[in-house]
């Protein structure tokens, strides 16, 4: 070959073979037709889900109490300034979840006879508050401790109901810190050691920030657990959302100011789940099953 037509050779851009090219076209036609069939079968099942749900005998009723325009457009203002709380909430008791769960996890993974109080603390704890209801917490110390009048010490039922939920989900994020903590190889602490680094330095720089990447899709879902918890703080008569939709309904009886916190939670969960599957699939936590 001559040079020249070498040196073009070299340069030609590449091109797909024909067999490539019919391997997409039918790639994409096969993802078309599916899409085109997903599409079909979810309009037919949810056009015959409305059509039996409103062909029903109390249909009518059902949509007056419920599924009101009026009541949802007066009792919106009210709901949506509950919410409010509910997100505060929300956000303040996720970081103090956090900091807690992750100084629990730690304290379960020590080794060594002389760290034994501080592994029976955290495996207590742990126990004893995965073991009690969620409800039941917020009954104790949102009724119980300002039932007290400790001095100086704050009787606010938003504030107890918020360290109630805390206090449980803490029990819940450590044990998820803690196997990610344990999910990275020994080799690396020994690694660790051998150039220098204490045992602090280790869980800082080394075991921690890989156990955190490998167990955020889990601590993301319980962000979202999170999210819809914090409206049972409205059994202690704080106005949050569910709350405030409680107020609205007890006017007239009806019952859509409760549809109307619902799909403001909604409207709060379904994107930190998106959001959720997108770091998960990130990370390669593809799962087992099938695709939507």
């Known amino acids: 070959m001559p040079l020249g037509q070498g040196g073009a050779a070299a340069t030609d851009p590449w091109r797909p073979s024909p067999t490539e090219l019919e391997r997409r076209a039918y ?8 899409a085109f069939v997903s599409a079909a079968s979810t309009v037919v099942v949810g056009a015959l889900a409305v059509w039996l749900v409103t062909r029903s005998e109390g249909w009518p009723r059902v949509q007056e109490t419920f ?27 996720g970081i103090a979840i956090a900091v807690i769960g992750m100084a629990l996890a730690i304290m379960r993974t020590l080794r060594g006879a002389i760290f034994f109080p501080l592994r029976l603390f955290a495996t207590a704890y742990v126990d004893l508050f995965r073991g009690l209801p969620l409800l039941l917490v917020i009954y104790l110390l949102g009724f119980g401790v300002p039932a007290l009048r400790l001095p100086s010490v704050p009787s606010s039922l938003a504030l107890w109901g918020g360290v109630a939920i805390t206090l449980s989900y803490s029990a819940y994020v450590a044990e998820v810190f803690r196997a990610g903590i344990e999910s990275v190889h020994p080799s690396q602490r020994a690694a660790s050691r051998a150039l220098g680094l204490s045992h602090g330095q280790t869980l800082r720089h080394v075991v921690v920030p890989q156990a955190v990447r490998r167990v ?44 109307v916190a619902g799909f403001l939670f909604i409207c ?25």
């Open 268 to 292: 709060l969960t379904i994107p930190m789940a998106r959001f959720t599957d997108h770091v998960a699939k990130k990370q390669g936590w593809h799962g087992s099953g099938g695709t939507l």
């Open 67 to 93: 599924f009101s325009w009026d009541k949802a457009v007066d009792s919106f203002p009210a709901v949506l300034k509950g919410i409010w709380l509910n997100i505060r909430i929300m956000v303040i008791c």
């Open 216 to 259: 955020m899709p889990p601590l993301m879902n319980d962000l979202v657990s999170l999210q819809k918890d914090s409206g049972l703080i409205a059994v202690l008569g704080v106005v949050d959302a569910i709350r405030a939709a409680q107020i609205e309904s007890a006017t007239d009886f009806n019952y859509t100011p409760y549809v």
């Open 27 to 34: 790639r994409r036609a096969r993802t078309t037709r599916s």
